[in-house]
């Protein structure tokens, strides 16, 4: 369940696990930004599943707050760890260069494998959950169906 923003039109601090059609029926409705960035949010999704190596999405900053426009959508996906770039199609790497994925969808895409494990993945998390003037915030992880 996706919580109310707080004061400052953040999620409270946490992680939220939530489906991905209630993600993204939630953030991409309020606003013609929303929606645009929402739509290039689900041929993303269809992108990266294909590819049969994602394990697990979390997306914090401007897209999940209550700005009414956001500017892009921050993004980190750990894929599994047998995962190699070398082995996906070639309509699907370019998800996996940051400008190119930026330049396409308007998302800011960092990645690593889930080999990082869960004390590495915690800091990334904290950092994440950081704004630019150090307040706490909610991130969101997708769950992938």
Same mark, same amino acid.
């Given at each position: 369940?996706i919580? @109310?923003?707080?004061?400052?039109?953040?999620?409270?601090?946490?992680?939220?696990?939530?489906?991905?059609?209630?993600?993204?029926n939630h953030?991409?409705?309020?606003?013609? *930004?929303?929606?645009?960035?929402g739509?290039?949010? *689900?041929?993303?999704?269809?992108?990266?599943?294909s590819?049969?190596?994602?394990?697990?999405?979390?997306?914090w900053?401007?897209?999940v707050?209550?700005?009414?426009?956001?500017?892009?959508? @921050?993004?980190?996906?750990?894929?599994?760890?047998?995962f190699?770039?070398? *082995?996906?199609?070639?309509?699907?790497?370019?998800?996996?260069?940051?400008?190119?994925?930026?330049i396409?969808?308007?998302?800011?895409?960092?990645?690593?494998?889930?080999?990082?494990?869960e004390?590495?993945?915690?800091?990334?998390l904290?950092?994440?959950?950081?704004?630019?003037?150090f307040k706490?915030?909610?991130?969101?992880?997708v769950?992938?169906?």
């Amino acid at each position: 369940m996706i919580p @109310d923003y707080n004061i400052d039109g953040n999620l409270p601090e946490g992680i939220y696990l939530v489906e991905e059609e209630e993600f993204i029926n939630h953030f991409s409705s309020s606003s013609a *930004r929303r929606k645009w960035l929402g739509d290039r949010m *689900r041929e993303l999704l269809a992108l990266i599943k294909s590819t049969g190596q994602l394990d697990r999405i979390f997306v914090w900053g401007s897209f999940v707050s209550a700005k009414e426009s956001p500017n892009d959508v @921050d993004m980190l996906l750990l894929m599994k760890e047998t995962f190699q770039l070398e *082995r996906i199609s070639e309509d699907s790497k370019f998800i996996f260069d940051h400008v190119a994925a930026r330049i396409r969808f308007h998302i800011d895409i960092f990645w690593s494998k889930s080999a990082i494990g869960e004390e590495t993945l915690r800091l990334w998390l904290d950092t994440y959950q950081m704004t630019k003037d150090f307040k706490r915030r909610g991130i969101v992880e997708v769950k992938i169906t």
